[in-house]
């Protein structure tokens, strides 16, 4: 019962006025419009709200694994909210936002630049013979975002300076690129992935 009232809140406050306060405007002044403070997932609602009213909200049954989020033995993660935004360049954005269940509280976060990213196979067989041939556009994003990270996280933990061959025996060889901020309060990555029918740049973190 808990859980039903929480995402009926979430719902109606999507539909309601929103208000970003003084404090919450870091978040979109820079043109790499993400939300990372750690408070409930209203704000971040209000937030993809103030960006634009061209978005749409899909509903689709994703998981975390502790291989992305080591901490999720810690809570009970409710279904996430997510947002396709309307696109405005190179690529469509992709905003998830996990919370627990008990008090509404972001713990994971991730943006994906990626075209189709919940289409059907054959959809992507089509997009990856296009994709694949922007090797340079995709690395100008990934640096372009980086930079912006940069401004924001600080100086990064690790970091590559162009895209490294991945070797996979599932699923083939492919290029990527992966950077990665750590404080006492956060973890943060930005990686790429080129190839093997995956073509997206992701920006994932959490806190501590």
């Not at 947002?83 to 972001?106: C, M, W």
């Not at 919940?118 to 980086?146: D, V």
């Not at 912006?148 to 990527?176: N, V």
Request: proline share 2%.
């Amino acid at each position: 019962m808990q859980r039903i009232i929480i995402n009926l809140l979430i719902i109606a406050s999507f539909g309601a006025s929103c208000s970003i306060t003084k404090t919450d405007v870091n978040n979109i002044k820079s043109d790499l419009k993400i939300w990372s403070d750690k408070s409930t997932v209203q704000k971040a609602i209000e937030f993809e709200k103030s960006l634009s009213d061209e978005f749409e909200i899909l509903k689709h049954n994703i998981y975390l694994s502790k291989s992305v989020f080591p901490l999720l033995d810690e809570y009970k993660i409710a279904k996430p909210f997510i947002v396709k935004r309307k696109q405005t360049g190179l690529l469509p954005i992709y905003a998830e936002y996990f919370f627990s269940e008990r008090d509404s509280i972001l713990r994971y976060v991730s943006y994906d630049w990626e075209r189709n990213k919940h289409g059907s196979i054959f959809k992507r067989k089509e997009i990856s013979k296009e994709e694949s041939t922007k090797l340079k556009e995709y690395n100008e994003k990934y640096e372009k975002i980086k930079s912006e990270l940069m401004k924001k996280f600080g100086r990064a933990k690790e970091q590559d300076s162009k895209p490294e061959i991945t070797t996979s025996t599932g699923r083939g060889d492919y290029l990527s690129r992966n950077t990665i901020w750590e404080t006492e309060e956060f973890h943060a990555e930005l990686n790429m992935i080129f190839g093997s029918m995956t073509y997206r740049i992701r920006l994932n973190y959490y806190w501590f």
